[in-house]
């Protein structure tokens, strides 16, 4: 492809791009082809000569568009939103025009020295105190992982990495079953193992961690020989939003000396609004955190942001430094990929860059105050409609239903059908979850493209359909 070619496609790609979004709402927002179709549509092989670029944009209508699940539809209620505010998008195609490969601050420094002060600009802006310092990770995953192989190097005097964990008593890592799955498979890469992740009792309505148990937890471990290295909280849990004391958490992690790294990869976004920061009263005391702008705030996935207080000790467990990665002759500067788990580093910070400065904080703060009023809003509405019930109230703009016909059906099979039942009507797009073992709907507010019509025609369409279901 030449240069003309080039500017031609991109420009029809902005185009499609342009005429795709301003589509959105009249598509179904879940895909609603069936396995293997799409596989169905594509050759066995990989072609031998070239194609024309017509054919194979062509081919991307054809085929890949109707596969595709449209996670900025403003009527996306599923799990988390991943947004990507059209900014975003922009400062993406930039990113991928360049092209650059961010290991190192000599590889990129515009790259490096924008991640230092975006991520400067984020923890003021979520009232985190200066002495935390962060990192764009890929994902909360990554950011998880490193925090989990930290609290188990720390633990073990940062020796793990070099003797294995054959040498040393067995660690322990707490949390409760309200985490995300990311912690399960942490432990399991880090070699911790399933059967020393201690899954800690929670009590309330916040379904937080029970402190008593917790404690009582790390203190027959410790009695047992065991080797207690840190605790994973939750703020904003993905099934119904849970939220660990994180002031109580953190007082018996320092007590006891272990690490604590605190997951509110969704919620921690909502903290930009100074009402919402009593969520996660104490946070200043964690050891690291983790929130995904890719979710709430609208930089384009991927981009998670990973706080910690002791650089030191992160870099002292991830860093690896052969003599072709040194720079020599430049003093304080910071390479990230020192900081994460992969090498290779896209130049992430541009589009948080260009989202804070296109939407400002005000911008942001009003968008997270309408999902969260229109939310509970709607959570008032089912619960005064007959046969509906919350489950769980509404957790910043998340909360949990079930429906209830009256005619003694099995009430979880019920519930089910009807999520999929919505879900294949193709104007709403909804999850299940399990609260107390029994079938939950959820429902969250996230989408930057929604509007409180959405929420109006949400709401007639799950009580349209638990009618006809019923």
């Known amino acids: 492809m030449d240069n003309q070619a080039f500017r031609d496609w991109v ?12 589509t959105l709402a009249e598509r179904p927002v879940r895909a609603q082809t069936k396995p293997g179709a799409v596989a169905a549509q594509l050759p066995p092989r990989a072609p031998e000569t070239a194609e024309p670029m017509a054919d194979i944009f062509a081919d991307f209508e054809r085929v ?42 000599q590889t990129s420094p515009a790259a490096t020295e924008m991640e230092t002060v ?7 802006a979520i009232g985190l105190p200066e002495g935390f310092h962060g990192v764009i990770q890929d994902s909360a995953s990554s950011a998880t992982l490193a925090a989990i192989l930290t609290m188990r190097e720390r633990a073990l005097g940062f020796a793990g990495n070099r003797q294995g964990l054959a040498a040393h008593a067995r660690v322990r890592i707490y949390a409760s079953h309200e985490v995300h799955s990311s912690i399960d498979k942490a432990v399991w890469i880090a070699g911790i193992g399933q059967d020393n992740l201690v ?21 027959a471990d410790r009695a047992a020989g065991l080797l207690p290295a840190g605790i994973v909280a939750c703020v904003g849990g993905t099934s119904v939003g849970a939220a660990d004391d994180v002031a109580a958490t953190s007082a018996i992690a320092q007590r006891y000396g272990l690490y604590l790294h605190v997951d509110a990869a969704w919620a921690g976004a909502a903290m930009i609004c100074p009402e919402f920061r009593a969520m996660w009263q104490g946070i200043e005391q964690a050891d690291s955190l983790v929130l995904n702008p890719h979710k709430w705030l609208g930089a384009q996935f991927d981009c998670s942001a990973h706080f910690v207080r002791d650089p030191a000790a992160l870099v002292r467990t991830l860093a690896v430094e052969p003599e072709f990665l040194r720079t020599y002759g430049r ?17 992430r910070a541009l589009k948080l860059w260009f989202l804070l400065r296109a939407h400002g904080l005000e911008g942001l703060r009003a968008m997270i105050r309408d999902h969260v009023r229109w939310s509970q809003a709607l959570a008032r509405r089912l619960a005064a409609t007959a046969g509906f019930a919350l489950v769980t109230e ?18 979880d099979a019920h519930n089910l059908a009807l999520v999929a039942a919505i879900n294949d009507d193709g104007r709403l797009y909804l999850t299940q979850t399990r609260v107390d073992g029994r079938v939950a709907i959820r429902f969250q507010v996230g ?3 929604t509007s409180e019509a959405d929420i109006d025609l949400a709401f007639d369409v799950i009580r349209a359909i638990a009618g006809r279901l019923s």
Do not use: K
């Open 11 to 22: 420009v029809r790609a902005a185009e499609w791009a342009a005429d795709y979004r301003a």
């Open 447 to 449: 989408a930057m493209t």
């Open 331 to 347: 003093e304080g500067i910071v390479n990230y990929s020192e900081w994460s788990i992969p090498l290779g580093r896209r130049f």
């Open 64 to 105: 890949v568009l109707p596969g595709m699940t449209h996670w900025q539809h403003p009527r996306f209620f599923a799990y988390f939103p991943a947004n990507a505010a059209p900014v975003s998008v922009i400062a993406e195609i930039l990113v991928s025009a360049m092209a650059a490969q961010c290991m190192l601050w």
């Open 118 to 124: 975006v991520l400067q600009w984020l923890r003021d």
């Open 394 to 411: 509404p957790v910043l703009s998340l909360f949990s239903f079930r429906h209830d016909p009256g005619d003694g059906r099995d009430l």
């Open 199 to 219: 899954r800690i009792p929670t009590r309330g309505p916040s379904r937080a961690m029970d402190t008593e148990a917790l404690e009582s937890a790390i203190a």
